[in-house]
């Protein structure tokens, strides 16, 4: 499979910094939302970015799930204190 996080690139000079999938302008939001909507890797690569494997799909949901294990996070009740 690869590994999942040389897939996705975050570039100043690329999308605003935006995380995009590498050698491509596809933001990694695009795809997760595509996910959200409950398409399969299959479909988003049929019917909307062709150029893309499913390993790049995959590596979105890799990327997303890093950032969220890797942040700290405050309860909404501690923050309003």
Known sequence: MGNLTER???DPHICHGQPCIKNTRIMVYLVLELLETGMTPERIIQEY???LTKQDVEACLHYAASLI???EYI?????RQ
């Not at 309860?75 to 923050?79: D, G, K, L, V």
């Open 8 to 10: 996705i690139v975050v």
């Open 69 to 71: 294990r890797n942040t």
């Open 75 to 79: 309860p909404f009740e501690t923050a």
């Open 49 to 51: 970015y062709p150029q």
